[in-house]
Each structure stands twice: as C-alpha cells, then as structure tokens.
C-alpha cells in the first residue's frame, strides 16, 4: 500500500475514534502538522448566524494570532473563496487580500472542511467518462482534484478546475450550511512547493473531518435531548441521579464536602388555576433561570418533576449550602414573576441535606432533603430547612 493511502487511512480513522468536537479539531490540525510538515497550519470555523470565521487551533503562528482573527464573510476575500465555492483555493502572491495579508499569507492552501454526504457529481450527471480520478468514488467529487473530465479534456490545475466549475450546475448548487470551516496550510516561510496530490489528500480528510463534525453534533444533541427537560432546559431526574450517585462515591472515597437542596414552589396549583397553565409553564421556566444564574458553575440543577428542583453542590458543607438556599430564596421572593405587567408573587421552599451529617448513600441524602423540605412547608413555607 502506497503511503499517501496509508496517510489517508490513518489519519480517517483516528479523527472518527472521538465524538467530541473539540477533540476532533485538534487531532485534524495535529495530523496535517505532522504528516505534511507545513511552516504553519491553522483551524477557522465558521459561525452561520454572525457570518464570520472566527480563528479556533494553529501551530507556528503567533500565539493568539489565529485565536484572535476574524474574518467578515465577503465573496471578494480569498480566505472565504472556498465557504463559497466548496473547493480548495491557493494563494501564491506577495500582495494577497487584506484579509491574507493580516495572517501574512503569501504560500498557502485554503481546504474547506465538509459537513454533509452529497450525492457523487458522476451519478447526478450520468457521467460517462470513467477515467475521471472522481468516477465511481462516492467520497470525492470532481471539483476536489484536477485531471478531471467533465469538459471533455483534462484540467491541468486547481485553477483551471475552478473556471470549468463555475459553470456547473452541480457545483453552482453548492450551499455555504454545508461547510463547518476552513484549514490553512501554509509556506510561506520556507516557500516549499505545495503540490496537487498534497491538497486532494487534504481535502479528502476534510471532507471526513467535516462528516465526524456533523456525527459528533447529531450525536450531543441527542444526547442532550436525553439528559434535559424540555421545558425549563435544566437537567433532568435521571441524569441528576447519576451524577449524585457519582459524586457520592467521590465524596466517600476521597473526603469530598456534598450537600442536596430540594426546593419546589409554594401553591403553584393556586397559580395553574388562576392564571392557566400556560403562565405555569413561564413561571417554571423563569424560577428555572433565576436559580441556574444564582449557582456557581460547578453545581448541577435540574428539574426534579412537576414543580419540584434539585441542586448538587460539590465542595459545599451544610453552612455554605445554606446560605446558598437562602441566597436563592432571597431571589426568588425579591423579584417577583410579571405576566402582563402585573406581579405575581412566587415563593420557593428549601430542604438541604449534607454528606456525612444527615447520610453517607444516595438514597439518604434524597430522603433528608425531603424530609427538611416538608418540614419548610409545614412551618409556613418561603424559607430553608435542614432534617
């Protein structure tokens, strides 16, 4: 096996055996670092809604240089030629676009990373040319590579491939939602030849790169459809379960402080039957925020059922855990709900149990913060209790 085919193998395979995004991105620069021995690489990714390329990962740029770039989406930039169009572009000139000029390009490869499957442009054209380097790959269309056929003859370039595509209707159909970004491969430092073969091998990974993108995507929005209320956003019974069975065994095993607070909403029938259930669903979800935006960024919140909220405080004993619940409460009470223009006041009611003090299992801390949750409700509720 020749060892551009091994390259591609080995580098496919490794940027699938991740379904984390970040991952992926960094092991994509890293390969095409190390296998090709550009002067310098680097990761743009393109944010849809803004229209920018914000730069992501580099290696010999400056640090922070490519970090801290972002490009306007224009059609007259070079940079931004291959979100357009969907194929590689070269910049060889010492006076490139602004853009390629703020990175000090004068060497270089722009390679679009790919997101989506698309149909293989000689089984949409019926294409009868088979010796086209495209024909019969489903992975590969024609724009990718030169020496193609679509003309009748072959292109000798990139460049010239570029001027046959521009009046291809397949090509002509390509849409900009199907690009996760672009990878620069530079040498203009040591001016070093970046050859056709080079960039074909390249663009075929970044169409792979590009599909495990979009797997990884798919893949963490299922996953957070699975792990979220669909309501207020917050975590859900199940997935809080396992992560206060987790922290638990941390607890137990390492001498962790863990504290549980257990809260629900004071008559929230009263609310459903006076205003509709509707105005109950906002009220849910505007308890939901105040409390996420009242924890730190390591605690876990999450919707326990009906109008009942469970928060896992990691490293919090029973003194801090309280004073958090009472912070909450505060909040709660102190800013009451509006629906059309009219207060509606809203309580909450706390139970904390802590690690250690009231149990040393899941099931106990459950059962302690209940229990002091009853107990705020049957001492007039909008207060803190402990069992």
């Given amino acids: 096996m020749e060892n551009t085919e091994l390259t591609l193998l080995e580098m496919i395979g490794s940027v699938y055996e991740d379904l984390d995004t970040d991952k992926i991105e960094e092991r994509f620069v890293e390969l095409v670092n190390d296998r090709f021995h550009f ?49 590689p572009a070269r910049i060889c000139t010492d006076d490139p676009g602004q853009s390629e ?8 490869v722009l390679v679009p990373i790919v997101n989506k499957k698309r149909i293989p442009c000689w089984e949409i054209k019926n ?4 010796g086209c380097p495209a024909y ?18 072959a292109a000798a370039s990139l460049a010239e491939k570029a001027g046959q595509c521009s009046t291809c209707p397949i090509f002509a159909t390509f849409n900009m939602d199907a690009i996760e970004g672009v990878l620069v491969a530079d040498n203009s430092i040591s001016n070093r030849p970046i050859t056709e073969d080079t960039i074909t091998l ?3 990974i970044g169409h792979t790169v590009g599909m495990a ?3 990884s995507k798919i893949y963490m929005k299922t996953l957070d459809v699975a792990i979220r209320d669909s309501l207020t956003s917050l975590h859900n019974r199940r997935y809080f379960n396992e992560r206060l069975l987790d922290e638990v065994e941390r607890a137990r095993r390492y001498g962790d402080s863990l504290s549980l607070i257990m809260c629900d909403i004071d008559h929230f029938k009263r609310i459903n039957d006076t205003y509709g259930h509707p105005v109950g669903d906002e009220v849910l979800c505007w308890v939901a925020e105040t409390l996420r935006k009242g924890l730190r960024k390591t605690d876990v919140i999450s919707r326990y059922g009906g109008e009942e909220f469970a928060v896992l405080l990691s490293n919090a004993g029973r003194d801090q855990a309280f004073a958090i619940a009472e912070k909450l409460r505060r909040s709660i009470e102190e ?11 809203v309580t909450l009611s706390f139970g904390i149990s802590t690690f250690g003090v ?26 803190v209790c402990t069992p």
């Fill in 136 to 153: 019969g790959k489903k992975w590969l269309r024609c724009w990718l590579v030169p020496e193609t056929r679509c003309s009748g003859e």
């Fill in 213 to 215: 993108i979009n797997n």
């Fill in 202 to 204: 390249i663009s075929v």
């Fill in 335 to 345: 800013c009451p709900f509006v629906h059309r223009e009219s207060p509606i006041a």
């Fill in 358 to 383: 009231d149990s040393r299992k899941f099931e106990g801390l459950i059962e302690s913060a209940d229990k002091a949750l009853y107990k705020a409700k049957a001492q007039g509720r909008n207060r």
């Fill in 127 to 130: 294409c009868n040319q088979p």
């Fill in 101 to 108: 000029r703020l990175l000090g390009l004068a060497n270089s």
């Fill in 39 to 87: 002067d310098r690489v680097a990761l743009f990714f393109l944010k849809h809604r803004k229209e920018v390329l914000q730069g992501k990962l580099s290696r010999g740029f400056a640090p922070g240089m490519i970090e801290n770039t972002v490009i306007p989406i224009k059609t007259d930039s070079t940079i931004v030629r291959p979100l357009i169009t969907g194929i």
